[in-house]
């Protein structure tokens, strides 16, 4: 095979000095290239990936585009509750720490598959599924003792935005938990399987990116909102 | 290390890497447990840094703003990089491109709305007392 092609890409004296194969002089330099005719294709692995990386991508073009509506009518409480008087910083800091934990579980969930461990990548993720549980399950309670407090989505436009906002996010975490129990039924059924890793794969990238998502929404939603 | 080539059970791609793929090179900061783990433990300490700087008054008050700004991109900073495995190798200029056109989007959606917003706000007459009686 060609191992050292990748590696020696850019250690000083090594023969392949470049890095795309596009001189296509030594036959392992064409064999190894992609998109350059002989090569052929990247491996499936790479394109599925790849696809998904450009789907969450889109994913966070939308959030952007809800950010972008709550930044602007944050300041509209219509002399209704505002941030400061609704968020409670502590329910959030456990929610932002059940987040970030089930997004490291996630990643043990992707090592151990990588070892082709069974137990120990269903423990993982069935952990991750857990504190993604709990996570939801903290944003649902916020989310009713709001309500509770004539502070429902119609109360406001900063309302309308916040419950957009934040509620979309728990929405693709609602998700991701069924996502997650799929993927953790068909691992046990079919196993390491080419295409299974793929889908697990695509899962965790999915995971990773909702903390993202996450990590603006605490700072600019909840920690701004209730300094300020 | 030659594991990792038999990863998803096909042959592996040499040129490039598949978003999040771990590929453990020499020199690697960012692969394995200890990867994760460093990145765990970056992320919480952003985490506590950030709600540090928002409630107390460790920091010159009007600054905090822009101190949380800059927390949470260096915290997504960490996620990209510990736990999405972006690198800046030549196998990953396709994803790293694709990133790159993304947060030039969101930058125009956001910081568009809010400038184009503020102006509008700015520029909008005062409402008369009649005008306000007829609000919803």
Known sequence: MTDHAF???????????????????????????????????????????????????????????????????????AAGPTGKDLFEPARVAVQTGLLLTSSFTGGLATLAAYRRSMAATQLWLFVTGLLGAAFLFLEMQEFAVMIGVQAGPSRSAFLSAFFALVGCHGAHVGLGLLWLGTMMAQLWVKGFRADILRRLHCFGLFWHALDIIWVAIFTLVYLLGASS | MTKIASKTGEIKDRRDSAPGEERITENEMAGGLSGYLLGFGLAILLTIASFLAARTDLIYQPAVVSALVVLAVAQMGVHLVFFLHLTTGPDNTNNILALAFGVLIVALVVLGSIWIMAHLDENMAVMTPHQAGTMP
């Open chain 1, 7 to 77: 590696s020696s890409d850019i250690s000083p004296g090594s023969q392949t000095l470049d890095p795309h194969g596009l001189a296509r002089t030594g036959g392992h330099a064409a064999r190894s290239a992609t998109g350059h005719g002989e090569g052929g294709p990247a491996s499936k692995f790479v394109t599925v990936a790849y696809g998904f990386w450009i789907f969450l991508l889109s994913d966070i073009i939308m959030f952007s585009a809800f950010f972008a509506a709550y930044a602007v009518l944050a300041k509209a409480a």
